[in-house]
């Protein structure tokens, strides 16, 4: 086995590198100079039990998490943060980890070590492009950066999701910035950070299939202050789906980013407009995305004159709330504000 990589194997066999006791592991570890490997594996004790980081002050410096998985019935290995369990240096978690941290209120947050400049967290980035997901049960924060500022790249996680009553992170004071870049297939559950005292959030979805909760009234309502970056293009959704005729009736969609084939010929129909507030949602959830310059295009691909596009009640488009008209062989893109009005950034006529 490589000397820098170490397993935690609950009900395993103490060989070499594979451990099963935690203190122990951490003993080895510690003796062992530059970048490790701590894989999780609770293929033996799951699902009665997972791997279980008790209390105590544990040292990861240069350390990278990953899970064994994924395996038959379970995508990835479970690890259980337990009250009174602090890590320094931790800043590194890779793939196939489910870390579920049951902190409550009578003990300190597990990650609270952080400094200036902005320290920066890893997630998710492990080569195999594992999974990676991190959800609260308990009542503390799993990171509290106090007044200090971070930048947390995350990758192909579930962070946040599914959805919890407590933060994964807290921080307040103005100096502290969080920025939270999100890669690859991110999903980020509601209120996932709690921000006091002026303390701001920047959601950056740096890949086009990222996705940010639209509730994050934990950051607002407390004196925090949160934005969304700029996120990527994406190729569009085609519905119906071809060899599918275009629609001859309103069709029903609840992710952005569409195209929508539509047979206008009489009688015609009026295409329905998802609510921009709470109409487009995460995944299979009923968590509700953040839609801010979401992309709609419905165009008549067939030569008839009797298609129009209508807004959800209380929403409007360019201002409007009557349905527009979309004549033959024509298109229009709309372009969600985020709060409540579709935005016409591109119009196209039949000229033949």
């Known amino acids: 086995m490589n000397g820098n990589v170490f397993v935690f194997r ?10 099963n006791n935690w203190q122990l ?21 799951a699902p009665a039990a997972h791997c279980e980081i008790p209390d105590g002050k544990w040292p990861m410096k240069d350390v990278m998490w990953a899970g064994f998985g994924p395996r038959p019935g379970f995508p990835r290995t479970t690890v259980v943060i337990l009250s009174g369990a602090e890590f ?15 902190v409550m209120n009578s003990a300190p947050s597990p990650v609270s070590d952080f400094g200036d400049p902005p320290d920066h967290v890893q997630i998710g980035l492990r080569d195999d492009c594992g999974n990676t997901q991190i959800v609260n049960q308990g009542e503390v924060a799993l990171f509290n950066l106090g007044i200090k500022p971070a930048l947390f790249f995350v990758q192909n996680c579930l962070f946040g999701m599914p959805t919890s009553t407590f933060p994964l992170i807290r921080h307040k004071g103005e100096k502290s ?27 950056g979805a740096l890949s086009s299939a990222a996705q940010v909760a639209l509730d994050q009234k934990k950051i607002s309502d407390n004196g925090g202050t949160f934005d969304f970056g700029p996120q990527g293009r994406i190729q569009r ?31 015609g129909f009026t295409q329905d407009l998802p609510a921009i507030a709470g109409g487009f949602m995460i995944g299979t ?9 979401q992309e709609v295009v419905v165009a008549e691909v067939v030569g008839g004159s009797k298609l129009k ?32 009005n579709w935005i016409t950034i591109s119009k196209v006529r039949h000229t033949g």
């Open 10 to 19: 609950p009900g395993g066999v103490r060989h070499e590198n594979v451990f």
């Open 25 to 45: 592991l951490i003993s080895a570890m510690s003796g062992v100079d530059g970048r490790k490997m701590l894989e999780f594996d609770d293929s033996l004790v």
């Open 88 to 102: 320094t240096d931790l800043r590194m978690i890779g793939g196939q980890i489910t870390i579920v941290n049951k």
């Open 177 to 203: 910035v969080l920025t939270l870049n999100l890669l690859g297939q991110n999903q980020t559950g509601p209120n996932v950070v709690l921000s006091e005292a002026g303390a701001s959030v920047l959601f």
């Open 237 to 267: 959704r085609v519905i119906p789906r071809p060899p599918a005729l275009p629609a001859t009736v309103s069709q029903a969609f609840d992710k952005p980013n569409v195209l929508i084939r539509c047979n206008g010929t009489p009688p």
């Open 285 to 293: 959830t009923t968590v509700s995305l953040y839609s801010g310059g």
């Open 309 to 340: 596009v209508r807004p959800h009640p209380g929403d409007t488009i360019d201002g409007d709330m009557h349905p527009v008209h979309i004549g033959k062989h024509g298109s229009r893109t709309f372009v969600s504000d985020g709060v409540s």
